[in-house]
């Protein structure tokens, strides 16, 4: 069974500090993996993803994530934080082949103070 | 292009009650999902359609939860009676398919529910 665990509940930040939010992840074999955007009050929306290829993917809005398998990570950064980008993100992973479900993390409140 | 259109947004009702939400999907996306969002968690999986068919319903309460996909557009997703614990933010989903590649999930704004 795929799993991810994001590290913090809430993360603060300032306005144009780097921006690192952290997932990991539990599988038997490199999972897909992603990042959602979930302001207040709507749905959520993909940042990026994971399938296969290049590690390092680079998403919307300046944020990027790299798969590190060796540590099992799925870490989101930006460099600069902008206000706007105060969110709720959430890690979500499921297995590669076939159909199966999108398991999430219980998410990370980012903060961005001026 | 419209994106997934949830009704309505916000509902209280009493506890015991029934309640229904209603969702469109993107057009020309055969997939939709339901999620249930609790408090201070991620989305968790409740049914799962292709075209009209419910492909995974294995955390659906069957007990008082139903969902219906006419015509494998609009999907509509019941609950009798409604409990406390049914409290949640419901988000509907859409994607192009559910099988094999990665088709992106397009979330809607959801509807949040508060049982008194």
């Known amino acids: 069974a795929q799993s991810v665990t994001q590290l913090g509940s809430h993360v603060s930040v300032s306005e144009g500090a780097l921006v690192l939010l952290r997932c990991n992840y539990s599988?038997?074999?490199?999972?897909?993996l992603f990042w959602y955007v979930q302001y207040p009050n709507q749905g959520l929306q993909l940042l990026l993803k994971?399938?296969?290829?290049?590690?390092l993917v680079k998403g919307i809005n300046g944020f990027e994530a790299e798969f590190k398998k060796s540590e099992t990570s799925f870490h989101l950064t930006k460099p600069s934080a902008h206000m706007s980008d105060a969110a709720e993100y959430f890690c979500?992973?499921?297995?590669?082949?076939?159909?199966?479900?999108?398991?999430f993390g219980k998410g990370t409140m980012l903060l961005v103070s001026p | 292009e419209a994106g997934v259109v949830q009704s309505p947004r916000y509902k209280i009702i009493e506890k015991k009650q029934p309640v229904a939400f209603w969702c469109n999907p993107i057009?020309?996306?055969?997939?939709l999902y339901w999620y249930r969002q609790n408090l201070g968690q991620g989305p968790e999986l409740l049914i799962r359609?292709?075209?009209?068919?419910?492909?995974?319903d294995s955390q659906l309460p069957k007990d008082r939860f139903s969902a219906e996909r006419l015509k494998g557009v609009d999907s509509t997703l019941k609950i009798q009676p409604a409990e406390l614990g049914d409290s949640a933010v419901y988000l509907c989903?859409?994607?192009?398919?559910?099988?094999?590649?990665?088709?992106?999930?397009?979330f809607g704004p959801g509807t949040r529910l508060t049982v008194t």
């Open positions: 979500a992973t499921r297995a590669p082949s076939g159909y199966s479900t999108l398991t």
């Open positions: 057009s020309g996306h055969n997939t």
């Open positions: 994971y399938t296969t290829g290049a590690t």
């Open positions: 599988s038997s074999v490199p999972p897909y």
């Open positions: 989903a859409s994607s192009l398919d559910g099988t094999g590649g990665v088709h992106e999930q397009y």
């Open positions: 359609y292709e075209n009209e068919e419910a492909v995974d």
